[in-house]
Nanobody
Framework: VQLQASGGGLVQAGGSLRLSCVASGRTLSRDTVTWFRQVPGKEREFVASIFRSGGSTYYRDSVKGRFAISRDNAKNVVWMQMNSLTPEDTAVYHC???????????????????WGQGTLVTVSS
C-alpha cells in the first residue's frame, strides 16, 4: 500500500488549500483515514479523520469550521479542504490509513498502519 499526499504549498493567511491523499494497492472506502501534522521539534498532532465506511468525521478543535475532510470512493482519494488558514497551521501534513482503528484511538498516531510522505503547508502572515 502506498499513500501519496499532495496539495501543500505557500499561502497567505486567510487563504485556502486542498490536500489530497491517494492510495494505491488498497481501497480506502472501509478504512479510517486521518490527517496529522507536524512541526519540527514538536509532536505529531491529529488534525482530522474520516472513520471507516460510515464516514463520520472528527476534527481537532482548532480547525473545526475551517477544515473539511471527505472521501471520494470512486477515485480512492481522501481530501482535506483547508480554509481560513493561519500561520499556526504551518506544518508538514501526513495522511495515514488505519485498518482496524477504533474510534477512541483515532487521535493516536500509533493506531495507523500506513503513512504518506507528507506535504508541506506554509501559511504566511
Amino acid at each position: 500500500v502506498q499513500l501519496q499526499a499532495s496539495g501543500g504549498g505557500l499561502v497567505q493567511a486567510g487563504g485556502s488549500l486542498r490536500l489530497s491523499c491517494v492510495a494505491s494497492g488498497r481501497t480506502l472506502s472501509r478504512d479510517t483515514v486521518t490527517w496529522f501534522r507536524q512541526v519540527p521539534g514538536k509532536e505529531r498532532e491529529f488534525v482530522a479523520s474520516i472513520f471507516r465506511s460510515g464516514g463520520s468525521t472528527y476534527y481537532r478543535d482548532s480547525v473545526k469550521g475551517r477544515f473539511a475532510i471527505s472521501r471520494d470512493n470512486a477515485k480512492n482519494v481522501v481530501w482535506m479542504q483547508m480554509n481560513s488558514l493561519t500561520p499556526e497551521d504551518t506544518a508538514v501534513y501526513h495522511c495515514a490509513v488505519g485498518l482496524r482503528t477504533i474510534l477512541s484511538a483515532i487521535r493516536d498516531h500509533r493506531s495507523y498502519d500506513y503513512w504518506g510522505q507528507g506535504t508541506l503547508v506554509t501559511v504566511s502572515s
